[in-house]
């Protein structure tokens, strides 16, 4: 897994990299309890907005962490936004997109140097 300093996890799963937000990111969020999720073949460029969730505390942004196509959505997340809660780095995933090159991946953050961007 990589992470990223708007504390997304991306995990690469053969040509395909899935997005969520780290366990750090959902407490600090609260209870999830809206997730707006992108459309299937959306082309996004790195920075773009590209779900918005809510919770009791407030409204964020998911940006795309690099450029794709969003190929796959968590429809889980529509019908129960607390998985996002409950199990983030698991089943409480966004979406998952296709990139150009999966080395762009090696960018970001690995999970210790993660820890040591959060405390």
């Known amino acids: 897994m990589k992470f990223t300093e708007e504390h997304e996890w ?12 780290t366990e750090h990111a959902a407490e600090q969020l609260g209870d999830v ?3 707006e999720l992108p459309e299937p073949e959306t082309m996004v460029a790195r920075g773009d907005e590209v779900c918005v969730i809510e919770s009791v505390k407030a409204a964020s942004d998911i940006l795309a962490p690099l450029d ?3 190929v796959e959505v968590n429809a889980a997340l529509i019908e129960n936004p607390a998985l996002v809660n409950e199990d983030p780095l698991g089943d409480g995933w966004f979406f998952k997109m296709r990139i150009a090159e999966l080395g762009l991946l090696e960018e970001y953050m690995s ?3 993660y ?5």
């Open 33 to 35: 309890v809206f997730v």
């Open 68 to 70: 794709g196509e969003i």
């Open 115 to 119: 820890k040591d961007f959060i405390e």
């Open 111 to 113: 999970e210790d140097e």
């Open 10 to 21: 991306l995990r690469a799963e053969g040509e395909l990299v899935v997005v969520g937000i």
